[in-house]
């Protein structure tokens, strides 16, 4: 009996959570609708996302692109295929490395910070006297932050394929001796322009979700500094679970019938 | 005698606590009710239910004869331009200078052009003492200068009605005197209601009108200052004279 109420309440709590994450989403769309954005405040967080994260990025997906590249460079080319490296490397740093390693680390890193700037100014009544004074803290503060990472992610992610496509080139020619017009020919053969285009698809998605759960988290906080702690780590770890899920079933749909 | 606000009937819970029970008040217009009330009494969620910060879990909250309790977060936006509240601990925005602080209400409300908000900052700065503190950050003030900077926030617009959330709470005498001045003032200046939130006595004779003090989740006495001096209710007495002995559990 225990565990079915504690199963029904999981349930619960998840439609709510659900329900209020939705139901922010749809608060900022509906001022991104209408053009309420803050333009300075915007311009300053995609900044600010930016210097964060990219040294982050250059290095996860550089080192990445590396051992994805020296793992099947050798395999390739002990059965004679080492034209097909470059192809391998790019098609999955395209696909689903760049895309899920610069989200992870932006959700890490950016969505940390959203959650806790939100719930610190929670704690700290800023968000209530935003309220009090007749103005909405979705459209000050979410619409922001949310515009300034659905811009920002998909950059960082055209940056993470470049440079794990780059690190692997480098590592399948010293390591495998496989030239760079090889690797570069192969990589134009196997990888259309699509599918890139796809990959940015999915870090458009993902920039939502690292956005609208950091808000969330962060509106959500309560109980002092502690309860900061918790909607960050919060905000980490479900940001983190959906990007997985859905990746899973953003390649489905784009990907499934290729 | 006009009625600015009016809780029917109140009540509120968090979780499986009920701090308000059935509690029904009346705020006069052109007045200052003060609440007083042991720290955890509800004083403060009174205030929110006044603005839509706060629903409550039945009953309702009428506020210039509109009811409020129903009203969406979209609508209760023109309500709130119309009622400053100052927080507790002020709750300035700490990545604005105090001076984009007190402006950004004008920012965002009004039409009016950046010499004219400078202007006006300046000026509703210099009406609760302070000034030169525009280009200040909240983090290099005093706590009594924070608060004002709160005060200043909160009737840059011209409110009907002001909200004040411990205004001299832990700090000095000579502070406590020049904040209680400083609301009578602005009070007067708007021509409107206050209604503050205090456990000051001394400053509370100085400025009420009316007292409301909460206990138990309802109000159990209400009047002016002479009439709960002398109220004979022991809970009031208990709390005035701050005794340990009486009908308040400690
Ligand atoms: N967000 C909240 N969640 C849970 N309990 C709360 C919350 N806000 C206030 N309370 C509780 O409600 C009671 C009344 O709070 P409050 O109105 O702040 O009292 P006061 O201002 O008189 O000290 C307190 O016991 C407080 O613990
Ligand atoms: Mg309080």
Redesign the interface.
Known sequence: MKMLEDVGRGTINVFSYAGGVAELLADAVRFIAQLRIRVRETLDQAYLLGVQSWTIVLLTSLFTGMVFSLESAVQAVQYGVGNLVGGAVSFSAARELGPMLSAVVVAGRTGAAIAAELGSMVVTEQIEALQSLGLSPTRMLVVPRLVALVVMLPLLTIFADIVSIVGGMWVANIYAHISTESFITSARSVLPFGDVLKGLVKSLVFGVIIAIIGAYQGLQTRGGAAGVGKATTGAVVTSIILIFIFNFLLSYLLYGNS | MDIYAHLDDVCVRYGEKIVMQNLTLDVVEGAITCIIGLSGAGKSTIL?LL?G?KKPDSGRVIVKGQDITEMR?RD???L??S???A???S????SLTIGENVA??LR??TKMSDAEIRKLVSATLDSVGLAHVEERYPSELSGGMVKRAGFA?AVVTGPQAVLYDEPTTGLDPIITHVLTDTIVKLRRRLNGTAVVVSHDLESIYMMADYIAMLFEGAIVAYGTVEEIRRSPNPIVQQFLQGSEVGPIPI
């Open positions: 929110r603005n910060l977060e209760l936006i023109e709130r331009r009622i400053g509240f927080f507790q601990f709750a300035l925005f700490d950004l209400p965002e409300h926030r």
